[in-house]
């Protein structure tokens, strides 16, 4: 190799090439590299690329507001960002390549389903495809690194950033943050079309308060352990995730982002992370909006010390820096620190080598027929039947000639469909309702009937005169999702559930379709109609996805991945709660008998509506029947520290195929902290035939037994544990063994 610098030499180890190039960089451009722009601090281009010369921004961020995700999407203008590059990498006196950062949360060009939707797949293997397509897609048009995923715990989904999370399960996030993970990042990194990932938001943003997106959470520290930090700890430790991107808000009392418990102790001397923590937009700065610092330089010098080593915006850093390591506050060996970890991450992308995008041969990358397909498969295989009395799927001879009316808000809404995180998704790419059902009204023959009016009014009385059947299709904008639009009441907007009455009293046969971010309450379709569909925002093939479940091209095999509140007033509400001292029978049965007004009298404990959900977690319908049988453990006592096993065949009862998913839930009643009452500890997702069997068999270990205590000191105690297997989180835990000491 002619004589050229060591960190240049990719055949180099890696640590030798970040050791190599700290050691030539002068304190500017140290903090360079610490650097996020999105190029709107300057005023001009070359301004932007000036500072980008001389070293001044080690990042870009692909978005042109705080807000990317419900930005208008524009787009990225690859040519400039590759002349950005080669600035960086020819001019400037070291040549370190920019890292592209990018909002990536759920699909690129061809826009996926949103993450809630995919969590409730209850599918790994399909989500981390569905990144894997990501990463193709962005990586073609110059990005290097996705801020995803998201993995924050959020049992509040008045918070709109709800539909960017994984749901309220630990274990559900953890596998599917894992496989997010290694979707984006791909089996090796130095590939052009695999980018580095993004844990977020580093912790506990889905706590808070009041589902009020910014405001402080309070959580102790057995939830931090125990449910919070767990899927972060998974992509860490099993997904080896590149970066990892902290939270706006204070828990009791410490700003996320200069926090050395989160920062340092777990992330770093916890779970040996090292790669690089990148700030939040702004939540640097924050610091100090949260009061937890005298000044801007304090700030920095708390941020520095905990750990973050790149500023997202702002601009306090480059400020800052220099004079905290000159004045002695900060360490050189800090900065130093910081600045390899991001060295590192740069190198292990093979940026060195690959800094450009061949932007022609890549064009072939975007947006693929497969990869359209393949989210349309993905977005039926989200989608949550919660009602059917056997009206779904519309298919066979009655098709012929049927009337089928679509009424409601969501019969022609285009942009929704995307979802609220979608950056890089075109609107016009996305098909409505409306369009879906026109195109398939000639495959399956039945008659489609939309009025021309968007008023309901009219809609409806059209569909009473002139239907067979009605398909009520309601929901949310995606505007009222995502970062900042945090909804007080939980229900459906206003309007939509009158419209669900009035399409009650034509006396036809209807269907509700709620297109939503949240799995809102839709109590008219539970009560009245002949069957639900949850859709979710499901990315740019959502309506073709609820067209091919209504008339069993396709089956809706998703599962809440959260519980659904009947109303607000149950909020928090989740599966996995502990059992109240003073035990309050929450008896599903006698409240849903209370709730259909069959008890004979009040009762004290307060009413259903605050206890029953309108739907737990894990729940979903499919399209023809399962029954378990021959549950078994395999023993009754364990040694300590030991593994057990718990067996069971499902079988379709019914008769055509279909898809179930089966979950194994796990109490330790007795312990030396309150536990949850159950905890999801493994599920599977099968296809049977009808009529088919199949035994099936959950494994039972660490780390599904163990606990954390309040100082994250990992426990698993001997003693009894209770075992359920079910088809959602109602399941009895009907069976129990011991661990011996
Ligand atoms: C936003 C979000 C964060 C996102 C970042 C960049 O404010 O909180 O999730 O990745 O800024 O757009």
Not at 507 to 520: A, D, H, I
Not at 587 to 610: A, H, M, V
Request: proline letters at 5%; a negative charge.
């Amino acid at each position: 190799m002619e004589n050229i610098p060591l960190y240049k030499d990719a055949s180099q180890p890696v640590e030798a090439r970040v050791e190599d190039l700290l050691s030539r960089m002068t304190m500017e451009e140290k903090i360079g590299q610490m650097t996020q722009s999105y190029g709107g601090e300057y005023a001009s281009e070359e301004e932007y690329v000036a500072a980008i010369r001389a070293g001044k921004i080690g990042s870009r961020i692909g978005c042109d507001t705080p807000w990317a995700g419900s930005a208008p999407v524009k787009g990225i203008n690859v040519v400039q960002s590759n002349a950005h590059q080669k600035v960086a990498v020819e001019e400037s006196r070291l040549g370190i390549p920019l890292i592209n950062g990018r909002d990536i949360i759920h699909g690129h060009r061809t826009v996926a389903p949103i993450p809630l939707a995919q969590a409730a797949s209850f599918d790994p293997e399909e989500v981390k495809a569905s990144a894997r397509t990501a990463a193709i897609e962005c990586s073609a048009q110059s990005i290097h690194w996705t801020f995803a995923p998201m993995m924050d715990i959020c049992r509040n989904p008045r918070w709109g950033r709800v539909i960017e999370t994984l749901g309220e399960d630990p274990y559900l996030a953890e596998e599917m943050a894992v496989a997010m993970t290694q979707g984006f990042q791909g089996d090796d990194q130095t590939k052009e079309d695999c980018i580095a990932a993004c844990a977020k938001h580093f912790a506990g943003y889905g706590y808070c308060e009041g589902g009020r997106d910014y405001d402080a959470s309070e959580i102790s520290r057995g939830t931090l352990h125990n449910v919070v930090l767990r899927p972060f700890k998974a992509a860490v430790t099993r997904g080896k995730i590149s970066t990892i991107m902290t939270s706006f808000q204070d828990n009791g009392g410490t700003p996320s982002s200069s926090s050395n418990f989160l920062l340092r102790e777990m992330l770093r001397e916890g779970w040996g992370f090292d790669g690089f923590v990148v700030s939040d937009w702004g939540s640097i700065q924050q610091v100090e909006l949260w009061g937890a610092a005298q000044d801007k330089k304090d700030v920095v010098r708390k941020c520095l010390l905990s750990g973050v080593n790149m500023e997202m915006i702002n601009n306090l850093y480059p400020k800052y820096v220099a004079e905290l390591v000159a004045e002695g506050e900060v360490p050189q060996q800090i900065v130093d620190d910081l600045v390899r970890g991001i060295l590192r991450i740069k190198f292990r992308l093979g940026l060195f080598e690959k800094p450009y995008v061949d932007i022609e041969e890549r064009a072939k990358d975007i947006r693929k027929p497969e990869a359209i397909a393949a989210v349309r498969k993905q977005a039926a295989n989200c989608m949550v039947l919660a009602e059917n009395n056997g009206i779904l799927p519309l298919e066979g001879d009655a098709l012929k000639g049927l009337r089928i009316a679509l009424v409601g808000p969501m019969v022609n809404e285009r942009r929704s469909m995307g979802g609220a995180w979608n950056t890089g998704g075109f609107t016009e790419e996305f098909t409505t309702i409306h369009e879906a059902f026109k195109e398939a009204e000639k495959k399956y023959g039945f008659k489609l009937i939309v009025h021309d009016s968007e008023l309901w009014d009219a809609q409806v009385r059209t569909a009473a005169f002139l239907a067979d059947m009605i398909i009520c299709c309601v929901g949310e904008h995606c505007d009222m999702t995502g970062e900042m639009p945090s909804i007080s009441k939980y229900r459906l907007p206003l309007g939509q559930d009158d419209l669900i009455e009035a399409v009650r009293t034509t006396g036809k046969p209807f269907v509700v379709v709620c297109t939503s971010g949240r799995p809102l309450p839709v109590p008219g379709a539970r009560d009245f109609a002949d069957a639900l569909l949850y859709s979710w925002h499901g990315g740019g093939e959502t309506a073709r996805a609820i067209v091919d479940v209504i008339f069993g091209e396709a089956e809706p095999t998703g599962r809440f991945p959260i519980t659904v509140p009947e109303h607000e007033g149950q909020i928090p509400i989740y599966y996995g709660r502990k059992i109240p001292g003073k035990v309050v029978e929450c008896n599903k049965d006698r409240f849903n008998k209370e709730r259909k007004g069959q008890l004979d009298k009040p009762w004290i404990y307060g009413s259903y509506e605050y206890f029953l959900p309108m739907y737990p977690f894990g729940y979903g319908l499919s399209y023809t029947e399962f029954a378990l049988s021959d549950i078994k453990l395999a023993s009754a006592e364990i040694p300590y520290g030991g593994t057990n096993k718990v067996t069971a065949v499902v079988e379709n009862i019914g008769n055509r195929a279909g898809t179930t998913v089966v979950q194994c839930y796990l109490a330790d009643p007795r312990c030396m902290i309150s536990r949850p009452c159950k905890e999801l500890i493994g599920f599977k997702k099968l296809r049977l035939e009808a009529g088919e069997k199949r035994e099936i068999e959950f494994e039972i270990g660490e780390p599904a037994m163990g606990f954390y205590d309040e100082n994250g000191v990992r426990h698993v105690e001997a003693g009894e544990f209770k075992i359920g297997v079910g088809f959602d989180s109602d399941v009895e835990l009907d069976m129990s063994f011991t661990m011996a000491k």
